[in-house]
């Protein structure tokens, strides 16, 4: 669904209207990404005509004509052509009600306010878009973006820099729609065999030493050695997973993972010769650096509905 719109003179940024029932208290995420319309709007005169940016929790889409820049907030699965065809209604309504001496004299923010009114109508039919589908050609829409398509934006396009650094974005912000990780590499298939080995021979002598019946046994493994192993053998599936897939603090989670499955090595160190913990050490590293290395793939607009 639409969540927020509105409208600024393009060559400054200056406000002209907005939907004033917007309610960001509700929603703090979305509150948050409200600061993005106001840098995607206040960068409209160094963007083309139109363009967009994904975020993870919604999408900023923005058109500009004849001096005047029109911005849509919209959730992230909401189709790309009812939003740029609900920006070019605004554009048509906003064009027959304002010359465009009116738009260059306007001196103060928010100047044509009476038109959020018009916004909110707008705003209520497309989020019910069954009943535009009789006067909507979203075909036509639809081939004119992928024939022209709008240019996606990244984070690092609108923010502004400080001190002469511009901040990177966050990996989990990503773009579009859900982003995916790149292909498994042959390293990172290698590395996943030898855990997947190291798992299986995990839960076997986990589930032997637990089979221990006290937990006064120092000459071999006792039942918190085979908890010990278990534990091991789980958070190597942990670390398989954060490999096969994709998750908000996923760097974090592969460290962290890693420096577990450390200290259970160590804890077993009178268990293992010198040998076998080397082979546990590196599966460990080898998959660390596999997650690592597995990049989030580069996502392409999709403008179909």
């Not at 962290?256 to 077993?268: H, N, P, R």
Request: glycine fraction near 4%; charge should be positive.
């Amino acid at each position: 669904m639409i969540i927020y719109a509105q409208i600024v003179r393009t060559n400054d940024g200056l406000p002209l209207s907005a939907n004033t029932d917007f309610n960001d208290v509700l929603n703090q995420s979305i509150k948050d990404s409200k600061k993005y319309v106001k840098m995607l709007a206040y960068k409209s005169p160094q963007l083309p005509e139109k363009c967009s940016l994904y975020l993870g929790n919604v999408s900023i889409y923005l058109t500009s004509c004849l001096g005047i820049s029109y911005v849509v907030m919209t959730e992230p699965h909401y189709p790309p052509a009812l939003a740029y065809s609900f920006l070019k209604e605004l554009m048509i309504e906003f064009a027959q009600r304002y010359s465009q001496s009116r738009v260059v004299q306007a001196r103060r923010p928010y100047e044509f306010i009476e038109f959020d009114s018009v916004i909110h109508k707008t705003r209520l039919a497309f989020n019910k878009p069954q009943n535009l589908m009789s006067r909507l050609n979203l075909a036509d829409v639809e081939t004119e973006l992928r024939l022209r398509p709008p240019r996606q934006l990244a984070l690092t396009d609108i923010e502004p820099v400080r001190n002469g650094y511009r901040p990177k974005p966050a990996l989990h912000l990503g773009v579009g729609p859900h982003p995916r990780l790149q292909p498994i590499s042959p390293f990172a298939w290698v590395a996943m065999l030898l855990s997947f080995l190291l798992i299986l021979l995990g839960f076997y002598r986990g589930i032997s030493a637990l089979q221990v019946s006290t937990l006064e046994e120092f000459d071999g493994p006792s039942p918190i050695h085979g908890l010990v192993y278990l534990l091991e053998s789980f958070f190597r599936i942990y670390q398989l997973y954060l490999l096969a897939y994709n998750s908000k603090y996923r760097t974090v989670e592969s460290w962290a993972s890693a420096v577990v499955l450390l200290l259970c090595i160590f804890f077993l160190w009178e268990l293992r010769d010198p040998s076998q913990h080397a082979v546990f050490v590196v599966s460990t590293l080898l998959t660390l650096a596999a997650t690592h290395f597995r990049e989030l793939q580069p996502i392409l607009p999709d403008y179909h509905v």
